[in-house]
């Protein structure tokens, strides 16, 4: 170790001067936002400064309007009546009766609130054409004075109704318990929308467990549950062929916990039992054809060349476009007009395409024999990408190899899985914030249909689970939001009166993060024994520990007053304060247990256990990652032995 002597006789290490040049670079990372390309997936300004009319929407404390919906409407289109009628009755008092289209027709002087494929709509002259807006895209147009909400499809109706409440009356909904919406609205004019959104992905899922838990976020967040419309989702090849049903008379299906997709006979029964599965699931339009999750490939002799010439991942689309092509016979013959789409992934063995490189560097189909049937689409899946990089940095180079590897193959039918968790470790926050508008971008661009962004889904653990699930939320509907803005809009509406101490964590979580950038050249991945290295003291210091506690400390104090004055209120935000305090003492009592007295880790143990108990909590890493107990407890009865050890 080197020391310098500084003019006032100060000796400094060069360990310290290290430190002191990656703090300034942190601060610069922290306080500059990503340079990222910029452009909306709107025809419409965003900024909703609509026009107003001469028509009134609310006069006087009273209202004119009727909701009217189709008179056979879908789940969809009524779950969207009604919450128009609850957020309209918060914002004004007014409760606006509902009707069917039995009987209607268009009448630009009828004051309506159209919401779907009415009658109203269909002689408006309103377009709400599915192959423009996709599946979710949606039509806000007001004509004269009724207002059309319409979508490619019953969801882009429902959104459209969402768009009407957040131009209206400013709605912003940041939890299932927690939005804004004005109130007391006596007078208000209705407004002149000619608005066209569409999605930056078509299909997005942020697998975070608000969003696993509850239809109605789900949708008023413009959400879906990641395995909505499939009917097998994941790994899948041993629920199609069960090892128990067929290995003992068929052991060379098997091989390496994989399925060996060269054999005729096998595939043969695959393909059998899909069409099973089709048939029996007739309101579904995918199925995951998805290899078991392990980092292996069945090879033999009998398809070594073939894997050396196509690699996995071409022997893997020539097993399942086969399947495809006998699926699509029996919908043809049997079922025309039905479309099922078949999944399959990039992901382990498979993860790199079947791809080379042409005289101009850039990446082409081995040969058409690799090339997807219109039938078949590629979930790609970089489970190795450091997250906290976007998938084109150096760093990432396998990333970027896999994606536009795969974009070359799948050209528009593509789909990926991502992720922002470490599954290892619920409670500590994933390092991804700076980077989500930089990654969605590529994705944006490489053409994904379908985006699953894969954390924590199983329990309600802490690590900023509702933050992050509002920010991507957001930004999967338009990734060129500001992730910042959206990210302090949050703290202010969800904590409250502690957002200061809320928002002061947040930064410094974050800054910390990019330190430990320059001094170890972290990297954020997500599984394996490289995330793992995030769970040590080299990072999580008691000093750095004992700075977020004095938050926490701070942040309940300042609630305190609605202890009298609001106790529904109080109790919430402490729970909420709470939650994201666990991380703490986790790390606490992780890590510096003995330096605890007994009395003060006894008090520690037990409420932590008591906030995991109301919160819901069981588990503080994927439950199924480990023969070990990885439930809370289990993680409170081991401290419990070590505290009488004291």
Request: aromatic residues 16%.
């Amino acid at each position: 170790m080197k020391f310098l002597t500084t003019k006032k006789g100060i000796i400094i290490s060069s360990i310290t001067l290290v430190a002191m040049a990656a703090f300034v670079v942190a601060l610069v990372l922290i306080l500059t936002k990503p340079n990222v390309k910029t452009g909306g997936t709107t025809t419409e300004p965003t900024d909703q400064t609509d026009p107003y009319t001469d028509t009134y929407l609310v006069q006087d404390g009273k209202s004119d309007y009727v909701i009217v919906i189709p008179e056979n409407a879908s789940d969809d289109i009524i779950f969207a009546k009604n919450d128009l009628i609850n957020f309209f009755a918060e914002a004004t008092g007014i409760v606006l009766p509902a009707r069917t289209d039995t009987g209607l027709t268009f009448d630009e002087t009828a004051k309506y609130l159209s919401i779907g494929n009415t009658t109203i709509f269909q002689g408006s002259g309103v377009s709400a054409d599915r192959e423009e807006l996709g599946q979710d895209g949606l039509r806000l147009v007001t004509k004269g004075d009724t207002v059309i909400m319409a979508g490619g499809s019953d969801k882009g109706a429902m959104y459209a109704m969402y768009e009407f409440l957040e131009r209206t009356f400013n709605l912003e909904v940041y939890a299932e318990d927690e939005w804004y919406i004005d109130t007391n609205v006596q007078n208000i004019r209705l407004k002149e929308f000619n608005v066209t959104e569409i999605p930056s992905f078509e299909r997005r899922s942020v697998g975070l467990f608000p969003f696993s838990v509850s239809e109605v976020f789900r949708n008023r967040m413009r959400q879906e549950l990641y395995n909505d419309g499939w009917i097998l989702w994941s790994h899948s090849h041993f629920k199609i062929l069960p090892p128990e049903t067929y290995q003992d008379a068929h052991p060379e299906w098997y091989k390496d916990n994989q399925l060996c997709l060269y054999i005729d006979e096998m595939r043969q029964e695959f393909t059998k039992n899909v069409i099973e599965l089709i048939k029996a699931n007739p309101n579904y339009q995918y199925i995951m054809l998805g290899q078991e999750d392990y980092n292996t490939f069945c090879i033999t002799d009998e398809n070594r060349e073939e894997v050396e010439k196509y690699r996995e991942s071409g022997a893997m689309m020539h097993f399942i476009n086969k399947v495809a092509d006998d699926v699509q016979a029996y919908l043809d013959e049997y079922e025309p007009g039905r479309i099922v789409y078949l999944g399959t992934f990039g992901y382990h063995k498979t993860q790199y395409a079947p791809v080379k490189l042409n005289e101009n560097g850039e990446y082409e189909p081995i040969d058409e024999t690799v090339l997807p049937r219109p039938n078949v689409y590629i979930m790609v899946a970089p489970i190795y990408a450091a997250n906290n990089y976007n998938y084109y940095h150096e760093v990432n180079q396998d990333v970027q190899e896999i994606l536009k590897g795969w974009k070359a193959v799948a050209q528009d039918q593509m789909f990926t899985w991502i992720y922002n968790k470490i599954f290892g470790q619920y409670f500590i926050p994933f390092h991804n914030f700076s980077t989500l508008v930089q990654n969605y971008e590529i994705l944006y661009d490489l053409g994904s249909r379908f985006v699953y962004h894969q954390g924590n889904k199983e329990t309600p653990a802490g690590g900023l689970n509702e933050l992050m699930s509002y920010v991507e939320a957001k930004l999967m509907w338009n990734h060129h939001q500001d992730p910042y803005k959206l990210a302090y809009d949050f703290i202010d509406h969800y904590y409250k009166d502690a957002a200061p101490f809320l928002k002061e964590y947040f930064d410094l979580i974050r800054f910390n993060y990019a330190m430990w950038e320059q001094l170890y050249d972290f990297k954020a991945y997500n599984n394996g024994s490289r995330a793992s290295e995030i769970f040590s003291t080299k990072y999580w210091t008691r000093d750095l520990l004992d700075q977020f506690n004095e938050i926490f400390n701070n942040a309940l104090s300042s609630v305190e007053h609605y202890r009298e004055t609001n106790p529904e209120l109080y109790n919430k935000l402490v729970l909420r304060i709470k939650k994201e305090k666990l991380t703490v003492d986790y790390l606490y009592l992780s890590f510096y247990f003995d330096e605890f007295d007994y009395d003060t880790a006894s008090v520690m143990i037990n409420d932590f256990e008591r906030t995991c108990s109301k919160l819901g909590i069981e588990v503080w890493r994927e439950r199924y990652m480990s023969s070990t107990d990885s439930t809370i407890t289990g993680l409170v009865a081991n401290w419990r032995t070590k505290l009488q050890q004291k």
